[in-house]
């Protein structure tokens, strides 16, 4: 998915988000995490689509959508978002695929803002404390001494913290589309905002909650993913009923990336039962 292929837009209530749509069928709504966009699910919604009318979105803050001064772009706001858009394309009871961040704001929607899910499919989630990597927590510490890297210096650092979510590595374009949203004077300042408002109370507050789930779940994980390290994925598992566990051989955090074919076969025997 390139910029030209997110054509939609949506005013929510923390600016402007673009979004599409592939394919036909029962309805798949694909959240991508932190610090990504909705491109790292191309290959993923591109191989549902035949079976599926996929929706895929950037979040306010991130990729193609609304960047600006002042926004809020926290994990309660995205939640908030996720249930109007929901709401805009009116699905009462999607199948759900969220990675990273997005499992958060998946869980949110649904337990503290009512949405409902027919299926949720959580690759490598944030979802439990503690969360952020020593570099996410020296960042949020320090947001404005970061924003005042020369543009070259900014670049390199994010592309080398974009790199390192990979476990095979990401080809040279690939990691391109990932940083360029993050590129620019408003990009720059975005990015440094997403770090600044994560905040691990909108993990909390509903972490004691999963026990109440009750959509089946499937729970992927990249066996390599430094980010968030699989010990917590299977810590994770034990409060979900009946969850389906699968881990993922040679993935790094960037699953969809990494092994794009097995996480779309289990997402495939997952979504069509």
């Known amino acids: 998915m390139t910029d030209q292929a997110v054509p939609e837009e949506f005013a929510s209530s923390a600016g402007a988000v673009r979004w599409g749509t592939v394919g036909s069928g029962e309805p798949v709504v694909l959240l991508h995490g932190t610090p990504f966009s ?18 895929f ?111 095979p590595g990401l080809r040279r374009p690939v990691l391109d589309q990932l940083v360029d949203p993050w590129t620019g004077v408003d990009g720059q300042s975005a990015f440094y905002r997403q770090i600044k408002q994560a905040d691990q109370t909108h993990t909390d507050e509903v972490q004691g909650l999963y026990p109440r789930i009750e959509p089946p779940v499937l729970l992927a994980w990249g066996e390599r993913d430094t980010w968030i390290p699989p010990e917590r994925s299977q810590a994770l598992a034990a409060l979900i009923p009946g969850v389906e566990t699968h881990p993922i051989a040679g993935a790094g955090h960037l699953v969809q990336l990494d092994a794009p074919a097995q996480l779309t076969a289990a997402l495939v025997d997952f979504l069509r039962r």
Do not use: I, K
């Not at 790292?40 to 929706?55: C, M, S, T």
């Not at 979802?127 to 990597?133: D, F, K």
């Open 38 to 55: 909705s491109y790292v699910w191309r290959d993923v919604a591109a191989a549902l689509a035949p079976r599926h009318r996929v929706y």
């Open 57 to 167: 979105w950037d979040m306010p803050g991130y990729g193609t959508s609304e960047m600006r001064t002042g926004q809020n772009v926290s994990l309660a706001t995205q939640g908030q978002v996720f249930t109007e858009l929901l709401a805009h394309w009116g699905l009462e009871a999607p199948s759900v695929v969220a990675h990273d961040f997005g499992g958060a704001v998946a869980l949110r929607a649904h337990l503290l803002h009512g949405a409902a899910y027919s299926r949720l499919a959580l690759v490598s989630p944030v979802a439990m404390a503690p969360w952020g990597s020593p570099f996410f927590r020296l960042v949020g510490e320090h947001t404005e001494v970061f924003e005042q890297l020369p543009p070259a210096l900014h670049r390199a650092l994010v592309t080398e913290y974009v790199s390192s979510a990979s476990a």
